[in-house]
């Protein structure tokens, strides 16, 4: 984003692609565009946000992609409803005789939204994990007859209990699209698994580890022209499974574990100890069967903030204490000692980002 104004291709200065983006945000008119070409804002989450340009001919090749690996072609009329935080003209252009999108602006609450979604009887919902976790709860106490064939997680990482919590109410498959500002990097096969789209990108992986289970991805999009993506290493942490029985070669990712901007450091003895998301979520799901949902933040050197719900509120003391043990027992085995767990009452707010873990202290790698 630093070299914007000389990385695009297509002559535009990022003061005026970033006023006009925040404009159309004010405004809640999702049509900027210069000279044919569509902006988009992505909220980057580690504060800077990232702009996306798009020429009409990437926006043709995105909605054949688009409708090819995730929505499926039909020849029957479908209707898909779109929850998210900013429309954007790519989205519009996914528009054909035989689909309809309804979108769902995000800054209106949710529960107002779903009178009308449930009129709309939908076939396909898309939206970031935490507002589908936010829609099927709802649907589960209204006791609301879901309609959808297939629902469409984007934007955040999908965790593991939501999938299934979104599987037991809609009853239909949980389908991950994986897209950031440099792309449209992987989607979620007929067999469920998680396929790099490498037909048309080149995917390096950088391990993060002696064991290469974890890599970074390092990108080569050979599609995108008016903002080219060339070796563009992401600090999404992925991990690599094995091959896929659906005949697909490419690389499927067994797991996106988070940002390497999330990882927890500590500093113990002068030395760096480093702990990956997934140690502190599986510590924390295995402490309790009773947690229903949850977040980790470390917020200074020694301090993790956590948020957690359970189905009877009266428990949360009791979780909590557990919770707490055994995360300090977790970290001591590191041969980190003194880390203090703290207890925060904290309201997800829909328009930021969802995320489980989080390193709001150091954002160094
Ligand atoms: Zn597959």
Redesign the pocket.
């Known amino acids: 984003m630093e070299n914007f104004d000389s990385i695009n291709t297509v002559g535009l200065k990022k003061e005026e692609v970033l006023n006009l983006a925040f404009e159309s945000e004010k405004t809640r008119d999702f049509s900027p565009s210069i000279n044919n070409i569509s902006i988009g804002l992505s909220s980057g989450t580690s504060g800077n946000r990232g702009i996306f340009l798009t020429s009409k001919k990437e926006q043709a090749i995105w909605v054949g992609a688009i409708l090819d690996r995730v929505i499926g072609f039909s020849f029957r009329r479908r209707k898909i409803a779109f929850f998210l935080r900013a429309n954007n003209n790519l989205y519009e252009a996914a528009k054909t005789g035989l689909l309809s999108f309804t979108f769902f602006d995000l800054k209106t609450p949710i529960e107002q939204h779903i009178k009308i979604l449930k009129e709309l009887k939908a076939d396909i919902l898309v939206g970031q994990p935490s507002v589908l976790v936010a829609i099927a709860k709802n649907y589960q106490s209204e006791k609301i007859k879901p309609t959808f064939d297939k629902i469409i997680s984007v934007a955040e990482v999908l965790e593991d209990d939501h999938k299934e919590f979104l599987r037991s109410i809609f009853n239909c498959p949980i389908n991950q699209v994986y897209q950031c500002t440099e792309g449209f990097l992987a989607y979620t ?5 998680l ?1 790099l789209n490498e037909d048309w990108l080149e995917i390096e992986k950088k391990y993060l580890d002696s064991e290469k289970t974890r890599f970074h991805p390092v990108i080569t999009d050979y599609l995108r022209s008016s903002q080219p993506i060339v070796r563009y290493e992401l600090n999404d942490i992925l991990h690599e499974g094995t091959t ?5 070669r490419s690389t ?1 990712i067994r797991k996106i574990e988070g940002r390497s901007d999330d990882v927890f450091r500590f500093f113990q003895n002068e030395k760096e100890v480093i702990i990956y998301p997934d140690f502190i979520r599986r510590t924390i799901i295995l402490a309790s069967g009773k947690i229903t949902n949850y977040t980790a933040t470390l917020t200074d050197e020694r301090t993790i903030c956590m948020y957690l719900e359970v189905e009877e509120t009266s428990e949360l003391p009791a979780v909590f204490k557990v919770v707490k043990f055994e995360i300090q027992r977790m970290l001591s085995e590191f041969g980190v000692d003194d880390i203090d767990i703290v207890k925060i009452d904290k309201k997800q707010d829909p328009m930021t980002k969802f995320t489980r873990i989080k390193n709001e202290y150091s954002k160094s790698i």
């Open positions: 096969c007929k067999h469920g698994q396929h896929c029985s659906c005949g697909a499927v």
